[in-house]
Antibody, heavy 121, light 110 residues
């Protein structure tokens, strides 16, 4: 059974750093693209970026380029999303997702349960 | 502001049919496959339709998808109260070189 299990909710202050994780199981981690999707409170879904753990090819959506870093550790089948300096506007639910095929046919067949990040002073 | 435009809300009575539109351009829907996702309240989204009109296993045939030109449509027949959710379209945008979602449509089953 394919599973994407994300790390727990976080409460941070503006300016702090953060790294959230997505532990995968039930499939070959290095054979599928993993992505991150943001959902701000009461708002819609936004693609942030994707990574191919097989070769660490990483691509960011224009709005998130330079704002976050996506990485993966093949040895533990885990993907990460990190911020170096959080802002209040980063408050959102973050989903890790698995792409069924190639990036330009972005079909998400599995979703993590989401990690709620709250940034407040 | 998403590059894919969906109506903010639609509603219909139980047992009826509803359609949800997703309008884009030649750089996204016009030349790429469309997927649809259902997000029930308080849960992660779920894949409903992929490749414009294919259903993953386990998705009932009450859900259908179609595409024409630069627009796509999700259809739901035999509406149930359990279908109340937010629905999102998604595709690739060749100009942005990025995947995109529509703004989402809230379905109310009256």
């Amino acid at each position: 059974e394919v599973q994407l299990v994300q790390s727990g909710a976080e409460v941070k202050k503006p300016g702090e750093s953060l790294k959230i994780s997505c532990k995968t199981s039930g499939y070959s981690f290095t054979s599928y693209w993993i992505g991150w999707v943001r959902q701000m409170p009461g708002k819609g879904l936004e693609w942030m970026g994707i990574i191919y753990p097989g070769d660490s090819d990483t691509r960011y959506s224009p709005s998130f380029q330079g704002q976050v870093t996506i990485s993966a550790d093949k040895s533990i089948s885990t993907a990460y999303l990190q911020w170096s300096s959080l802002k209040a506007s980063d408050t959102a639910m973050y989903y890790c997702v698995r792409l069924r095929t190639v990036p330009d046919i972005p079909i998400v067949d599995y979703w993590g349960q989401g990690t709620l990040v709250t940034v407040s002073s | 502001q998403s590059v894919l435009t969906q109506p903010p809300s639609v509603s219909a009575a139980p047992g009826q049919k509803v359609t949800i539109s997703c309008s884009g351009s030649s750089s996204n829907i016009g030349n790429n496959y469309v997927s649809w996702y259902q997000q029930l309240p308080g849960t992660a989204p779920k894949l409903l339709i992929y490749d414009n009109n294919k259903r993953p296993s386990g998705i009932p045939d009450r859900f259908s998808g179609s595409k024409s030109g630069t627009s796509a449509t999700l259809g739901i027949t035999g509406l149930q109260t359990g279908d109340e959710a937010d629905y999102y379209c998604g595709t690739w945008d060749s100009s942005l070189s990025a995947a995109v979602f529509g703004g989402g449509t809230q379905l109310t089953v009256l």
